[in-house]
């Protein structure tokens, strides 16, 4: 089995900065995509930040110039850094990994349980 989890989230102001951690653990060969994602209360969730392997990085542009989105492979960790934060980021951010198991055929998807960031106006 593989899981993931988020922390980081918190409590913030207009303009203020907040790192979002991703730890994936359990039974892995290798991950494939990490990506970020928000919900925001009453909406749908929508892609924040994506990073490929070989860390090719994608934005939304609600969030670009303002949000990275990094990986750390050898300790099986994502990361989001947001600065210049916006009421319009509160959201649950939750994180998703494409994970091969050891042994396994085929990618498979897993998600976090997210992390609750509040910009307060």
């Known amino acids: 089995q593989v899981q993931l989890v988020e922390s980081g989230g918190d409590l913030v102001e207009i303009g203020g900065s907040l790192r979002l951690s991703c730890q994936v653990s359990g039974d892995i060969w290798r991950i494939n995509r990490m990506a970020w994602y928000r919900r925001a209360p009453g909406q749908q969730r929508d892609l924040v930040a994506s990073?490929?392997?070989?860390?090719?990085?994608e934005y939304d542009d609600s969030v670009k110039g303002r949000f990275t989105i990094t990986r750390d492979d050898a300790v099986n960790k994502g990361y989001l850094d947001m600065k210049d934060l916006k009421p319009d980021d509160t959201a649950v951010y939750s994180c998703?990994?494409?994970?091969?198991?050891?042994?396994?055929?085929?990618?498979?998807?897993?998600w976090g349980q997210g992390t609750q960031v509040t910009v307060s106006s």
């Open positions: 998703h990994a494409r994970v091969m198991q050891n042994g396994g055929i085929s990618w498979l998807d897993y």
């Open positions: 990073i490929t392997r070989s860390g090719i990085a």
